[in-house]
């Protein structure tokens, strides 16, 4: 089992650079950065962890940007997004961005995706919240074509194109995409279009048992079931719960990074080092 840190990037918490660098150096994984392209002033929809919604979340920074600063100053470290709002994102645009990310940090890049929690954000990029997991589908599933083909072309009800040519193509083939969502239909949606999964430890209550509904669900699909990586995030930094997650079949754990400056965070990524070393 691996461990990673997931990180909100923000003008006031430890530079991402810095961040990454230091990860690195103190033997973690990678590194993983949210996103929210902005939080509408008049929001209906409540925080899915309970409670206000924390600050860091109206100052998060783009994700490819800060990935792509990241791996400048990194060389083993992956980087991925923990999630990236695909449903705010133009297909072909967020095809290249991620394919350049890929290209310029040697094949480092993870992308996970959701279709987000936030009504009035994902309204403000004209996506229909009622229908943001096909939204979501249909633009992982031009993606890869782009990614993929050297002519591609995707014809569904939101995303709509005749062949076209994009390049750079990723490094990685095939780019590792990780589906946020959890229940029996969530992990439908990784075995459709996917090849991970990433849930947040507190919305899952048998991890061995999902695991094994992922495999059952694979292998009923024609995947190969052990093909599938599965990403524990906002994982709770006790032996007895990473334990557990290494013996179900969990691939990578990540801590939640205290939002401050490094005087805040670099003692607890070296607390957790000296957890993961024992």
């Known amino acids: 089992m691996k461990y990673g840190v997931i990180a909100h990037c923000t003008e006031y918490t430890m530079r991402v650079d810095a961040l990454a660098r230091a990860a690195e150096e103190r033997g973690f994984e990678s590194l993983f ?3 929210h392209t902005h939080i509408p002033v008049e929001r209906r929809s409540p925080f899915p962890m309970g409670g206000d919604l924390p600050d860091e979340y109206y100052h998060d920074s783009d994700p490819f940007i800060s990935l792509t600063a990241a791996a400048m100053v990194t060389t083993r470290l992956r980087l991925g ?3 990236s709002l695909i449903t705010e994102h133009d297909p072909i645009v967020l ?3 991620v394919a350049t990310a890929d290209l310029l940090s040697n094949g480092r890049i993870i992308l996970g995706v959701g279709a987000g929690w936030n009504e009035e954000e994902m309204s403000n990029h004209g996506t229909p919240p009622k229908k ?5 589908r249909e633009r992982i599933e ?3 074509l782009i990614w993929e083909q050297e002519k591609a072309e995707y014809h569904g009800e939101f995303v709509n194109f005749e062949p076209i040519f994009s390049w750079p193509k990723p490094v990685q083939r095939p780019l590792p995409v990780l589906v946020g969502a959890h229940g029996y239909r969530g992990l439908r949606r990784v075995v ?9 430890e507190a919305a899952v209550r048998d991890v061995k048992k999902e695991i094994q509904n992922l495999r059952n669900l694979a292998e009923q699909n024609g995947r ?3 093909s599938f990586d599965v990403t524990m995030t906002l994982a709770r930094a006790d032996p007895k719960s990473l334990e557990r997650n290494r013996e179900a079949g969990v691939n990578r754990v990540l801590f939640s990074v205290p939002v401050g400056g490094a005087s805040v965070v670099l003692p607890k990524l070296d607390a957790w080092a000296k957890l993961i070393e024992a």
């Open 33 to 35: 950065v949210p996103e």
């Open 142 to 144: 031009a993606m890869r």
């Open 132 to 136: 943001r997991w096909k939204v979501l």
């Open 81 to 83: 997004t923990g999630i």
């Open 192 to 200: 459709r279009y996917a090849n991970g999964w990433m849930p947040v």
């Open 224 to 226: 190969d079931p052990n």
């Open 95 to 97: 095809a290249k961005t």
